[in-house]
């Protein structure tokens, strides 16, 4: 069974920056061949944020992040990372991480994801 952790999470004045990592246990790290950011704010739906497929030749980005959050992923290490810059107050929210098995690209629908993690709270605020 595939386990996914995320860290890094905290508190962080707007402007800041902040770098979520996604440890991966359990299986083949190439079968889950997508992994993916999403986030959740307290009475708001989940959504994404950002995608790339196992090579890191794809990714995908929600145009609220594009410019500010880079996403990235090491094979080797069986870790994936969110790079977020210049943040702001709306960012504030949990995180997720997850895995997709299916070969058929980045997705940003969470029901596409297979696997998930527990989240990281991460919260901007001055």
């Known amino acids: 069974q595939v386990q996914l952790v995320e860290s890094g999470g905290g508190l962080v004045q707007p402007g800041g920056s902040l770098r979520l990592s996604c440890a991966a246990s359990?299986?083949?790290?190439?079968?889950?061949?997508?992994m993916g950011w999403f986030r959740q704010a307290p009475g708001k739906e989940r959504e994404f944020v950002a995608a790339l497929t196992w090579a890191g030749a794809h990714t995908y980005y929600a145009d609220s992040v594009k410019g500010r959050f880079t996403i990235s992923r090491d094979n080797a290490e069986k870790r994936m990372y969110l790079q977020m810059n210049s943040l702001k107050p709306e960012d504030t929210a949990v995180y997720y991480c997850?895995?997709?098995?299916?070969?058929?690209?980045?997705?940003?629908?969470?029901?596409?994801?297979?696997?998930w993690g527990q989240g990281t709270q991460v919260t901007v605020s001055s």
């Open positions: 997850a895995a997709r098995r299916s070969f058929s690209g980045t997705s940003s629908v969470a029901g596409a994801y297979d696997y």
């Open positions: 359990g299986g083949s790290f190439s079968s889950y061949p997508t």
